[in-house]
């Protein structure tokens, strides 16, 4: 059973840091795997996907780079904001299968 | 295009009582998906449908939760009778290939059941 985990729970920085968000999962066989946001009260908005031939996406001040055989991804956020203040999800697709299996999340604040 | 739209966005029950969950996905989206999330659990998969059938029910916990697609543009998750541990929030989301592309989320409904 794939498991996704996300660490750490919870980073506070403080504004223009440049940051790494972390992604783990257990069972390499994915498809793809997606970067998601949530702000509170929100629903999720999806921020990159990467297909499990790539090796990094990237948009904006955002770059995510998947290493599928270690069964690692990491979000790279350059010169952080107050307002990238959010919850940051990742979440995989098996091969052969459409459900995404989601991480917990990293609770993001970026002070002033 | 509004998105995905979910209502009632905040909704408050007595143990016992039926709740029917609402979602319109976003137009020409062939996928729709139910989530639950809650601080124990994270995201859930609960439910999801291909073309208004559903593909795969494996994550609904019991048979008090059934979910049902009309047509493309509306399903209903519907909780019977709820339980006080059914509060979460449920999200719907809906995309155009299955779940293996860009999915796109509602903002969700708040369930507490007293």
């Known amino acids: ?112 | 295009d509004a998105g995905v739209i979910q209502s009632p966005r905040h909704e408050v029950t007595e143990m016992g009582q039926e709740v029917t969950l609402r979602c319109k996905p976003i137009s020409g989206h062939n996928s729709l998906f139910w989530y639950r999330q809650t601080m124990m659990r994270g995201l859930e998969l609960l439910i999801y449908f291909n073309n208004n059938v559903p593909i795969d029910d494996s994550g609904m916990p019991e048979d008090r939760f059934s979910a049902k697609m009309p047509n493309a543009s509306f399903s209903t998750l519907k909780i019977q009778p709820s339980e006080p541990r059914d509060s979460a929030v449920y999200f719907c989301a809906s995309s155009s290939t299955g779940g293996r592309e860009k999915l796109f989320f509602g903002s969700g409904t708040q369930l507490s059941v007293l």
């Open chain 1, 1 to 112: 059973k794939q498991e996704v985990t996300q660490i750490p729970a919870a980073l506070s920085v403080p504004e223009g840091e440049n940051l790494v968000l972390n992604c783990s999962f257990t069972d390499s066989a994915i498809y793809n795997l997606q970067w998601f946001r949530q702000d509170p009260g929100k629903g999720l908005t999806s921020l990159l996907l990467i297909q499990s031939s790539q090796r990094e996406q990237t948009s904006g001040r955002l770059n995510a780079s998947l290493d599928k055989s270690s069964g690692r991804s990491t979000l790279y956020i350059a010169a952080s904001q107050p307002g990238d203040s959010a919850t940051y999800l990742c979440a995989v697709i098996q091969g052969g299968s459409e459900k995404l299996v989601f991480g917990k999340g990293t609770k993001l604040t970026v002070n002033p």
